[in-house]
């Protein structure tokens, strides 16, 4: 998606059952993130829906990101709420 300059978040709810993380440089366990990013959230273990987020800034006036849901583990689901994806503009 195009975003103009800003800070962000990007919030999703996701759930885990049974995972074990492995840590990567981009991050462990489920999580949200922009691609070529690291993140910080991290779900791991069993959880019930639980709300993610990673804040980002995009400092050129206009700048395509990509968005990531994924699972870094060696075992274990995640599942991610499709309708709870969403991006919030923060103001500083």
């Known amino acids: 998606m195009l975003l103009p300059?800003?800070?962000y978040k990007l919030?999703?709810?996701a759930r885990v059952t049974e995972v074990a993380a492995i840590a990567e440089p981009s991050?462990?366990?489920a999580g949200v993130r922009l691609s070529g990013g690291q993140r910080?959230?991290?779900l791991e273990g069993t959880t019930d829906?639980?709300?993610i987020e990673h804040e980002f800034?995009?400092?050129?006036?206009?700048?395509?990101?990509e968005l990531v849901a994924e699972l870094r583990a060696?075992?274990?689901k995640a599942w991610?709420?499709?309708n709870s994806i969403q991006i919030a503009k923060v103001k500083k």
């Open 40 to 42: 910080t959230n991290k």
């Open 27 to 29: 991050g462990a366990g």
């Open 49 to 51: 829906w639980t709300n």
């Open 74 to 76: 060696t075992k274990g």
């Open 11 to 13: 919030q999703a709810r």
């Open 80 to 82: 991610f709420d499709a």
């Open 57 to 65: 800034t995009v400092s050129a006036p206009t700048q395509e990101v």
């Open 5 to 7: 300059a800003g800070v």
